[in-house]
């Protein structure tokens, strides 16, 4: 009989798939799409059928251990999807598969020792002195133990025992064997009570039960009251709670065929407060225009994006399930993509309102018992709607119509501390164009990648011009800080000259405005709401003037040069170019070069003691890290238990409240100076994000943005509200300097614990790649010091790639020459000893 092969991708990282042979029992199971348990080196890894060779030269091939599923776990459709990001963001395939299953579902094995020495006294005292290591191991094993090697490594900080346990197993003294785990997540599997049709008749005629105990009989009655024609059975644990029964009894009654139990499995869903219906909302102009042509598109059966603009508060909400509406009507399902902090029960709860148990929810809060019957109730079709975050793009609905990506600008879409590098946006659109169905980009202020590809047609843009609301945009004020520090200095003189006191070494130092001072003390007294903001992210390496807001850039890169504190010099992280930082600033002579920026925590003391009265919450990553601490933190803000919430970009996002009526920003530099060509995108979309939380009902809004550089276009544009006009020039400064859209960008990066090896191998990597681009296809910048040098001891280099989409418009020349430069490279390199880690980040999100 010929041999049945198949390829499977594994969660290791080689880029390749792994040839098993299949035994005749197995094979009728054998569909590509199911999981596959298999043998590979010592251990076994649960992997993924990809694809059925016909012959094979490979020699000395392992049979397959098991077949997992019934149903394949990933339809055709997902093995191509999967592939694709394998290919496009350099991860082997079964690394995207396994980031594309619910967790907890893989099987692994692990080897487990055991002490089997039959004199352990004597042992242990042979080899106290002369051989620790061993003392040591059998002295934690003693007593019947069992350990995994990482145990056993753990507990003896060592770096390597393979070679000791070796031979101690050679010796007889203890066993390695190995055993597989089972699967974390699981169905849930309840048991339910029913009557039989003997049952029934007995409660109906009673005379056949009268002698019943009285328990017996009350289980009997409230069986019949709990179930109908429609609902046959009841789930016991909970039934024998409401009526105090016990299941002696109900045993009892199941041995006189009275009573049946069953077994059926149940799916976890995570509890919302109590729904209302919707209330019946009829589409202004503008709304309908765009649902029309996306209904359009749905109906047409073929692939399309659309960018749907919409301030905030324009009703793009709104256009969202009307579109699904259709599309579940006309039998198809969709996924519905939100940034994880927005994925608040206020959102979903909109959703259920209108597609009740047609939706479920995938994020990272929830347990892995509820991620996994989320995604088994879209797998089985259970379900026609997923709302999630990021990896719910890989959600294993069928027949999708419609993909909605909301906020698609946001920078929580794009996965970068572990492979595969992927971005949800772009995913959505790569699986929309392979399944031939539609995609909803939306956002209030949307990427320039995505601005710039309505110019060039690839997607249709649709404009929610409005707030739905009798709301209109909010007043927005710039405030100099450098002119307000100058205001202080002039008042101190005169203090100073009426009071004869010393002038201070160092002038009184605020973070908040007179102006923003006045307006929060009207807001407190009025009790109307107020949002202050401070994301004091990443940019406090960036030297300002105090004085008049000057700051170093690199004359190639236009990106703020970043301070390193220990050689005492400016650097561009992109290009590596370095300067002396300047004794004065260049522009006013001023001393005041400051890399100082105030935390939220210093933000909030101050607050306090200008308004003592005040309550002020602070939403930050430190106070929002327990789970449900960001949800507590908001509803205490919107009943109005507090009257400041100040807080991080958090603050910015997607929060709905009536009451507030004052935006504060209290420096917009943070973000405008950060060392990354987005840095203006960026400053822009969070200004104009958080200027949306202000004055969302009939109350006027009003935004207070403190900055040194007040004449920054990031800043000119957002106080007009004009979107057109900052992409426009956005657009032609990425233009003038190959940023993306322009160019396709590849962060190559280097990080190890040595300086020098870390540098070496940064090098070694790039002379590859420059041999590669003889023709300069490409731009190669560095190896540079990333912007932040160095993380907990690990020194980090950047290479950064911009491919030209003139000169290499598909990416595949690039793609070519690092798969070769990255092969040499590791070819050379065999004896790193995984001291060095090197990253390929494709479309890097920050370059921080
Ligand atoms: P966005 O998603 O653009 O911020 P939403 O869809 O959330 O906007 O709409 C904002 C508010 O206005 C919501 O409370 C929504 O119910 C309401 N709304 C949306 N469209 C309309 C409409 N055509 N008429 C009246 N209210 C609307
Ligand atoms: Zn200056
Ligand atoms: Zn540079």
């Avoid at 040839?19 to 076994?44: D, M």
């Avoid at 933000?603 to 306090?608: A, T």
């Avoid at 009943?639 to 409240?657: C, H, N």
Wanted: glycine share 6%; with cysteine; net charge positive.
């Amino acid at each position: 009989m010929n041999q049945f092969f198949i390829d499977i991708a594994l969660p290791v990282p080689v880029d390749r798939t792994f040839t098993y042979i299949v035994s005749p029992e197995l094979q009728p199971l054998v569909i590509p799409g199911k999981r596959a348990l298999v043998p590979f080196g010592k251990k076994h890894l649960t992997g993924v059928i990809v694809g059925l060779p016909a012959t094979t030269n490979n020699r000395g091939l392992k049979p397959v251990t098991d077949i997992l599923d019934a149903k394949p776990t990933f339809s055709p459709e997902m093995l191509l999807l999967t592939k694709w990001i394998s290919e496009y963001y350099f991860t082997p395939w079964g690394e995207v598969l396994k980031a594309a299953t619910p967790q907890g579902l893989s099987q692994e094995s692990k080897m487990i020792v055991r002490l089997i020495l039959q004199d352990i006294k004597a042992v242990l005292q042979a080899t106290k002195n002369s051989a620790p290591q061993r003392h040591a191991i059998i002295h934690a094993l003693a007593g019947g133990k069992s350990l995994t090697f990482t145990q056993i490594k753990q507990k003896l900080h060592a770096k390597s025992i393979h070679a000791v346990l070796n031979e101690m197993q050679q010796r007889g003294w203890i066993s390695i064997t190995e055993e597989i785990g089972k699967a974390k997540a699981k169905p849930k599997i309840e048991r339910f009570a029913s009557l039989t049709a003997l049952g029934l008749k007995a409660v109906m005629d009673r005379t056949s039960v009268s002698s019943f105990p009285s328990k017996q009989l009350s289980i009997l009655e409230e069986l019949k009251n709990e179930t109908s024609s429609e609902i046959n059975a009841v789930e016991i644990n909970s039934f024998l709670k409401r009526h105090h029964g016990s299941l002696s009894s109900v045993k009892t009654l199941v041995k006189k065929g009275l009573v049946n139990i069953s077994k059926h499995e149940v799916f976890r869903r995570s509890e919302y407060d109590p729904i209302e219906p919707p209330p019946k909302i009829a589409l202004n102009a503008n709304q309908q225009h765009a649902l029309n042509e996306i209904i359009n598109a749905t109906t047409a059966g073929s692939f399309k994006a659309f960018l749907l603009h919409g301030i905030t508060g324009s009703g793009k909400t709104q256009v969202y399930i009307e579109a699904i509406r259709n599309v579940i009507a006309n039998g198809k399902t969709a996924i519905v993509l939100v940034p994880e902090i927005s994925l608040t029960p206020q959102t979903v709860r909109r959703f259920k309102a209108h597609f009740g148990n047609n939706v479920a929810v995938m994020h990272s809060q929830m347990s892995i018992g509820e991620r996994y019957d989320a995604w088994r109730m879209a797998h089985q079709g259970k379900v026609k709607i997923i709302i999630g975050a990021r990896s719910a793009i890989f959600a294993p609905l069928e027949n999708i119509g419609l993909i909605v990506i909301d906020e698609e600008h946001d920078s929580s879409y794009k996965q970068y501390d572990a492979a595969p590098r992927y971005n949800a946006r772009d995913v959505a659109l790569v699986r929309a164009s392979q399944i031939k169905s539609v995609v909803v980009l939306g956002s209030a202020t949307p990427s320039a990648e995505s601005y710039a590809n309505t110019i060039n047609e690839k997607y249709m843009l649709l404009e929610l011009p409005h707030r739905v609301d009798t709301a209109r945009l909010p007043t927005i004020d710039i405030i100099d800080m450098a002119e307000e520090r100058r205001r202080i200095y002039e008042e101190l003189k005169k203090e100073i000259e009426i009071s004869a006191k010393p002038f201070p070494r160092r002038l009184p130092d605020s973070s908040i405005s007179y102006l923003l001072k006045t307006q929060i003390a009207g807001r407190l007294e009025r009790k109307e709401g107020i949002i202050l903001l401070q994301n004091r992210r990443g940019f406090s390496h960036v030297m300002e003037c105090y004085e008049c807001g000057y700051v170093e850039k690199c004359g190639n890169c236009e990106v703020s040069l970043t301070f390193h504190s220990t050689k005492k010099h400016l650097r561009c992280h992109y290009c590596g170019f370095v300067k002396k930082p300047p004794p004065v600033c260049p522009k006013c002579r001023s001393t005041e070069l400051r890399m100082h920026v105030f935390g939220t925590q210093q933000v909030q003391q101050e607050l306090q003691e200008l308004f003592p009265k005040a309550v002020i919450l602070r939403m930050d990553r430190d106070t929002t890290s327990s789970k449900g601490a960001h949800n507590k933190i908001l509803k205490q803000f919107e009943s109005g238990e507090a009257d400041i919430l100040l807080g991080t970009q958090m603050v910015a996002k997607g929060l709905d409240f009536p009451r507030v009526t004052l935006v504060g920003v209290i420096s917009a530099d943070t973000q405008m100076l950060l060392p990354d060509f987005r840095a203006s995108e960026g400053t822009f979309q969070l200004l104009t994000q958080v200027a949306g939380r202000a004055g969302r009902s009939n109350l006027a809004g009003e935004v207070v943005i403190q900055t040194l550089q007040p004449a920054h276009y990031s800043l000119k544009h957002v106080l007009l509200h004009d979107f057109r006009g900052f992409y426009q020039e956005e657009l032609e400064y990425r233009r003038e300097l190959n940023y993306p859209p322009f160019s396709r960008i590849v962060l190559v990066e280097f990080s190890g614990e040595k300086e020098n090896e870390v540098q070496h191998h940064a090098k070694k990597f790039t002379d590859f790649l420059t041999d590669h681009n003889k023709q300069n296809r490409f731009i190669i910048l560095g190896p540079a010091d990333a912007a932040i040098p160095k993380i907990r001891n690990v020194y980090r280099k950047h290479i950064v790639v911009k491919d030209l989409k003139n000169s290499d418009p598909s990416g595949l020349f690039l793609r070519s020459a690092l798969l070769k430069a990255k092969a040499q490279y590791e070819a050379s390199s065999l004896v790193i000893h995984k001291k060095i880690r090197m990253i390929i980040d494709v479309d890097p999100q920050g370059m921080m």
